[in-house]
T-cell receptor, first 111, second 113 residues
Framework: SAVISQKPSRDICQRGTSLTIQCQVD?????MFWYRQQPGQSLTLIAT?????????ESGFVIDKFPISRPNLTFSTLTVSNMSPEDSSIYLC????????FGPGTRLTVL | SQQGEEDPQALSIQEGENATMNCSYK?????LQWYRQNSGRGLVHLIL?????REKHSGRLRVTLDTSKKSSSLLITASRAADTASYFC?????????????FGRGTQLTVWP
């Protein structure tokens, strides 16, 4: 199994600012995944983060808006840049260790 | 897009009744998973069914998969108030990287005591 922690658990931010979300896993994994869940909606994959290479973004998501770092096999960050109220969502990281595990999420509200 | 669709979007039942949720998807898959989410919190993995499987059981859960119809169902038997949550199906596309999931819209299940 895998235990995933995320920081912060929630934040309220002003329009135009940026927030970096951290994800820590208790085991080494090759790939980490970042998902977004907009209010009342389902989850959408933002990008796949591989250690030692650039993240792979899904259609509709770009690196300038959601830069990702993956400095080692247990840690990743997702930055939400130049935020607008439409970025208000829960952001979750995820890994696959036999089965897929999700972090508790970061609830972001942009005013 | 592989995005799955669940129906119903909302389901309200009494404790002890069975709850059935359906999911449809659009493209070929490697597997399909069901997740539960309580009140906007983290996701809990319930069950995974592979594309070559037709039915799987886990406790009070029964999942079926019909790849010819590109659909799956989740049955929760003898429901409890604690089963109240949102339920999502998620697929991994054939040939896709494990971990890249495409989620359906979800069914909000309410179980009344």
């Amino acid at each position: 199994s895998a235990v995933i922690s995320q920081k912060p658990s929630r934040d309220i931010c002003q329009r135009g600012t940026s927030l970096t979300i951290q994800c820590q896993v208790d085991s080494q994994v090759t790939m980490m995944f970042w998902y977004r869940q907009q209010p009342g909606q389902s989850l959408t994959l933002i990008a796949t983060a591989n250690q030692g290479s650039e993240a792979t973004y899904e259609s509709g998501f770009v690196i300038d808006k959601f830069p990702i770092s993956r400095p080692n096999l247990t840690f990743s960050t997702l930055t939400v840049s130049n935020m607008s109220p439409e970025d208000s969502s829960i952001y979750l990281c995820s890994v696959v260790v036999n089965e897929q595990f999700f972090g508790p999420g970061t609830r972001l509200t942009v005013l | 897009s592989q995005q799955g669709e669940e129906d119903p979007q909302a389901l309200s039942i009494q404790e002890g009744e069975n709850a059935t949720m359906n999911c449809s998807y659009k493209t070929s898959i490697n597997n399909l998973q069901w997740y539960r989410q309580n009140s906007g919190r983290g996701l809990v993995h319930l069950i995974l069914i592979r594309s070559n499987e037709r039915e799987k059981h886990s406790g009070r859960l029964r999942v079926t998969l019909d790849t010819s119809k590109k659909s799956s169902s989740l049955l929760i038997t003898a429901s409890r108030a604690a089963d109240t949550a949102s339920y999502f199906c998620a697929t991994t596309g054939r040939g896709s990287t494990l971990g890249r999931l495409y989620f359906g819209r979800g069914t909000q299940l309410t179980v009344w005591p």
